[in-house]
C-alpha cells in the first residue's frame, strides 16, 4: 500500500469513529456513522409514530396530534389520541423494539443471523402457551398473555437446557432450537385441532399477530420491563461484542463469558416472550432488524441500540401500512411483517448467491 493511499484510509477510520472525551476524564469511542444511523432511525420511528396516531376513520393531523399530545388539543382529540390510538402505538413501538433486541441478542450469541426467537422455537413456545390458555381454560385475555410469556420462558430454558455442554455454542444452539421449534408447532397443530370452532378463531387471529385493541394495560408491562433489560443488555455490550470473535478470545480479554451468556440469553428470552404476549407472534422482526440495523451502520459487533431503533421503526410503519395500504380492508400487522421479512429474505439469498457466498 502506498503512503498516499494509508493516509486515505487513515483519515476514513478517524471520520467514522471519533473519540468523546468527558470533564471527568473519561474516553467514550464514538462511532458516527453507527450514532447517525441510530439517530435518523429514532426519527423515523417516532415521525411514523406522530402519523399512527393521526390515521383512521377520525383523521387528526400531524400537528393537532403533537398539540395534544403536550396537553393542547380539544375533548375529542384528548380522548382519541390518548385513550384509543396512542396506546397501541406505544405498545409497537415496545413490541418492535424488544423483538429488535432479542433478535440481536440471539445472533450475536449464536454468531449466527438465522439465529432469531422465529428460528429457534421461542414464538412458537409463547403460542403453545397462548393456546393452552384460549384451548383448555377459555381464559381471558391476560390470562393468555400470561400463558404466551410462561411458553416463551419454559421453551427458552429447555433450548439452553438441551444445547448445554460444557457450555452453550452457537451451531448447537440454533439446531436445538430448529429441533424444539418443530416439536413445539406439533404441539400447537393438535391444541387447534382440539379446540371448537370459537376457540379455533380466536387462537388463529391471536397467532396471526396484532395490535388491534391494545391498550395502556398492555403497555405498562412492558415498558418497565424494557426499562429494566434494556439498560442491562447496553451495560454487557462489550462481553458480548468480544464473544463474537471466539469463547477462548473473549476469555483471555477478561470476559466472564457463561456467566454474560447466560445473562443476555434470559434476557433476549424476557424481551421476546413478553412481546409475543403483548402483541402476538409478530413474524420476521426478530430477524430482519438486526440484520438491516448492520446493513445501515457497516459496523461489526451486535449493534444493539440501532436494532432497537431498527425494530421500533420497522414495527411502526408495518402498522401503518396494515391499516392504509391495503384500502378499507386492515390487515393484522403479524401479516405485513410477514410478507415483508419474506421479501427480505428472498432479497438477501438472490444478494449472497451473485456474490458467490452461497
Known amino acids: 500500500m502506498t503512503s498516499g493511499a494509508a493516509k486515505t484510509t487513515n483519515d476514513a477510520a478517524k471520520s467514522i469513529h471519533r473519540a468523546v472525551r468527558t470533564p471527568g476524564g473519561l474516553s467514550i469511542r464514538l462511532d458516527v456513522r453507527a450514532f447517525v444511523v441510530v439517530l435518523l432511525l429514532l426519527v423515523v420511528a417516532l415521525a411514523a409514530s406522530v402519523v399512527l396516531i393521526g390515521t383512521g376513520d377520525f383523521p387528526i393531523p400531524a400537528a393537532d396530534v403533537l398539540r395534544t399530545l403536550v396537553g393542547e388539543g380539544n375533548a375529542g382529540q384528548e ?15 415496545l413490541v418492535g423494539a424488544s423483538l429488535g433486541l432479542g433478535g440481536a441478542l440471539f445472533q450475536s450469541i449464536s454468531r449466527n443471523p438465522l439465529g432469531s426467537p422465529d428460528v429457534l422455537g421461542l414464538g412458537q413456545g409463547a403460542t403453545a402457551g397462548a393456546l393452552t390458555m384460549i384451548v383448555l381454560f377459555s381464559g381471558s385475555a391476560n390470562q393468555v398473555a400470561l400463558g404466551a410469556l410462561a411458553g416463551g420462558l419454559v421453551t427458552g430454558f429447555a433450548i439452553y437446557v438441551l444445547a448445554w455442554k460444557r457450555g452453550v455454542h452457537g451451531y448447537r444452539l440454533v439446531l436445538v432450537g430448529i429441533g424444539v421449534s418443530a416439536i413445539v408447532t406439533a404441539v400447537n397443530g393438535y391444541l387447534l385441532t382440539k379446540s371448537d370452532i370459537v376457540d379455533a378463531a380466536r387462537a388463529v387471529v ?16 412492558l415498558l418497565a420491563l424494557c426499562a429494566v433489560l434494556v ?90 401500512a396494515s391499516q392504509r395500504a391495503f384500502g378499507a380492508e386492515q390487515l393484522p400487522v403479524g401479516v405485513v411483517t410477514g410478507v415483508l421479512g419474506g421479501v427480505y429474505l428472498l432479497w438477501l439469498l438472490v444478494t449472497e448467491r451473485k456474490a458467490g457466498r452461497i
Open 206 to 221: 391471536w397467532m396471526t399477530g396484532s395490535l388491534d385493541g391494545r391498550d395502556w394495560a398492555q403497555v405498562w408491562p
Open 79 to 93: 380522548f382519541i389520541v390518548n385513550e384509543l390510538r396512542l396506546p397501541r402505538v406505544l405498545v409497537g413501538l
Open 231 to 320: 439498560p442491562l443488555v447496553l451495560a454487557n455490550g462489550r462481553g458480548l461484542r468480544m464473544m463474537e470473535m471466539g469463547d477462548d478470545v473473549a476469555y483471555a480479554l477478561g470476559v466472564r463469558v457463561e456467566r454474560v451468556r447466560l445473562l443476555l440469553m434470559v434476557a433476549a428470552v424476557l424481551l421476546t416472550a413478553s412481546a409475543t404476549a403483548a402483541a402476538g407472534p409478530v413474524s420476521f422482526v426478530a430477524l430482519t432488524a438486526p440484520q438491516l440495523a448492520r446493513r445501515l451502520t457497516r459496523s461489526p459487533g451486535p449493534n444493539l441500540l440501532a436494532s432497537v431503533c431498527m425494530g421500533a421503526a420497522l414495527l411502526v410503519v408495518a402498522d401503518w
